[in-house]
Nanobody, 127 residues
Framework: QLQLVESGGALVQPGGSLRLSCAAS????????VGWFRQAPGKEREGVSC????????YSADSVKGRFTISRDNAKNMVYLQMNSLKPEDSAVYYC????????????????????WGQGTQVTVSS
């Protein structure tokens, strides 16, 4: 069974940090670009960050640039999202997703480009 599982979500105070993990099972993330997305109540799902397979090129949305860092460990079949300086507006369910992208040197956070999705992990930033 092809599956992505997110973990690491929690309740954290403003200014705090969290590291989200995305584990793939049943398939290898080799040749897949991986993205992190989030969805807050009443809002559309939005792309946060993504990373390519081939050269680990990354993209981050302006809202998280300089605060969030995406990385991947191909040997462990894992992708991470390090989130620093968290703000209340970062509160959302965070999803990881994988899209077939073996040769591209850029990634995208267009939702339709992703084939597999996890179930999400809740991040709440509140004092």
């Amino acid at each position: 069974q092809l599956q992505l599982v997110e973990s690491g979500g929690a309740l954290v105070q403003p200014g705090g940090s969290l590291r989200l993990s995305c584990a793939a099972s049943g398939f290898s993330l080799d040749y897949y670009g991986v993205g992190w997305f989030r969805q807050a109540p009443g809002k559309e799902r939005e792309g946060v960050s993504c990373i390519t397979f081939r050269n680990h090129k990354t993209y981050s949305a302006d809202s998280v640039k300089g605060r969030f860092t995406i990385s991947r460990d191909n040997a462990k079949n894992m992708v991470y999202l390090q989130m620093n300086s968290l703000k209340p507006e970062d509160s959302a369910v965070y999803y990881c997703a994988a899209g077939w992208n073996p040769s591209s040197e850029i990634c995208t956070v267009q939702i339709g480009r992703y084939d597999y999705w996890g179930q999400g992990t809740q991040v709440t930033v509140s004092s």
